[in-house]
């Protein structure tokens, strides 16, 4: 079910077992092949093939779109909500939906800025409910979700991880709104790799990519983008089958 799409009197009678989705993505530059709105198309067009699956047991909010993208700050266009608020947002967005009565709560996340702050903040949502134990708050990247690693199951897929405005995310554009998607089989890779790991940098994106994309974009096709959007479909139900069936107090699931 698509929660705006209801009327209060409908969302009263649900089950407050129902798992509530809110997924939340961006507005930011993606290099100079793709738009600012790629994150929440993507992540809004999963959401349209899953919705056929999971519409009877599901509500699913509005995506939003402001994110957490200060990184992206150097590009033009980047619309951004400064972290500490984007962490205030996303709370308080987790405890109105708490406020009426529902109990199993998906963050579900397009963007990679946006992952730790969502982390926080349903963290913080938890330690402010602490007596309670029949509270299931998930938080989860739509692209971590494959059942089996993408590029074991997809031919030629060059690239074994999400980048930024990359073979993936170009090739997911390609095959969900290929109007949007300017020239990148010319555009040279950008490595992805971090010479400190397993310490996490702090980085900007300009100080990676001059072009502002990180990755294989070149590589790019729509196969590949219905292939990986396949993937992601079958990890999102799958999770979303598990919220249904948690018993709705232990930790196991
Ligand atoms: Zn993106």
């Given at each position: 079910m698509w929660l705006a799409d209801l009327t209060a009197p409908q969302i009263d009678a649900?089950?407050?077992d129902t798992v509530v989705v809110l997924p939340i993505?961006?507005?930011e530059q993606h290099g100079p092949h793709l738009p600012l709105v790629t994150d929440t198309c993507l992540l809004t067009g999963l959401l349209q093939s899953a919705h056929a699956e999971v519409d009877d047991r599901t509500l699913?909010?509005?995506v939003q779109w402001w994110?957490?993208?200060h990184h992206h700050l150097d590009f033009p266009g980047t619309l951004s909500a400064p972290p500490g608020i984007y962490v205030a947002m996303l709370q308080g967005l987790v405890d109105?939906?708490?406020a009426h009565g529902f109990r199993r709560i998906l963050l579900l996340n397009g963007h990679g800025g946006n992952d730790i702050p969502a982390r926080q903040a349903m963290f913080q949502v938890r330690q402010t409910h602490r007596q309670r134990d029949d509270l299931l708050l998930l938080t989860a990247t739509y692209w971590t979700l494959a059942p089996q690693p993408p590029a074991e199951v997809i031919q030629g897929l060059h690239q074994s991880d999400m980048g930024h405005a990359c073979e993936w995310e170009t090739s997911m554009m390609l095959h969900l709104a290929p109007h949007l998607v300017g020239a990148h089989k010319e555009l040279p890779d950008v490595a992805t790799g971090d010479g400190f790991k397993p310490a996490n940098r702090a980085w900007t994106t300009r100080q990676r990519s001059s072009a502002g994309y990180l990755g294989a974009p070149s590589a790019a096709s729509a196969e590949k983008g219905q292939a990986l959007l396949g993937l992601f479909h079958q990890g999102l139900v799958s999770l979303i089958d598990r919220m249904?069936?948690?018993d709705g107090h232990?930790?196991?699931g």
């Open positions: 649900l089950s407050q993505a961006a507005i699913i909010a509005p994110g957490n993208s109105t939906v708490l249904v069936a948690w232990s930790w196991a």
